[in-house]
């Protein structure tokens, strides 16, 4: 008797799609060797470029990759990781993730993290994050 009412009420608690539009901006006058990287707990998602293809920013330019998170089976977690070093050290690292209802868009090092939304009652749900290395020490 309880089946039937799960079933009827998954569909309520389940996620939709995020597209996360992200953008590394270098504000720095020297090149910067950059690692990113992607992954899920819960869900899936997928990012174009492939993360490990972006290799460095040059000077005072930016970089922009786009991921989607979905949740096919009603609940999501996953993450887009940032680091960036100067051929010496680690400089800057941030990461996004987005889990269940919610969002960690976090600076560890070196940066500023700016976030737009665009997410209205139903249908589509995408954020603009814009990271910015202007932080150094």
């Not at 079933?7 to 953008?23: G, S």
């Amino acid at each position: 008797m309880l089946l039937p009412f799960l079933l009827i009420a998954l569909p309520a608690f389940a996620q939709r799609d995020l597209t996360m539009n992200v953008k590394i901006r270098n504000a720095s006058s020297l090149p910067l060797d950059v690692v990113l990287s992607h992954g899920f707990n819960k869900g899936r998602i997928s990012c174009d470029p492939t993360p490990s293809t972006i290799n460095w920013i040059p000077p005072a330019a930016s970089v922009s990759i786009k991921c989607l998170a979905t949740a096919p089976y009603g609940n999501r977690d996953g993450w887009l990781k940032f680091a960036a070093n100067d051929r010496r050290k680690v400089i800057a690292s941030a990461a996004m993730r987005v889990y269940g209802p919610n969002h960690e868009f976090k600076c560890y090092l070196g940066c500023t993290i700016h976030d737009h939304w665009s997410c209205g009652d139903t249908g589509p749900c995408s954020v603009a994050i814009e990271v910015v290395t202007d932080r150094f020490r």
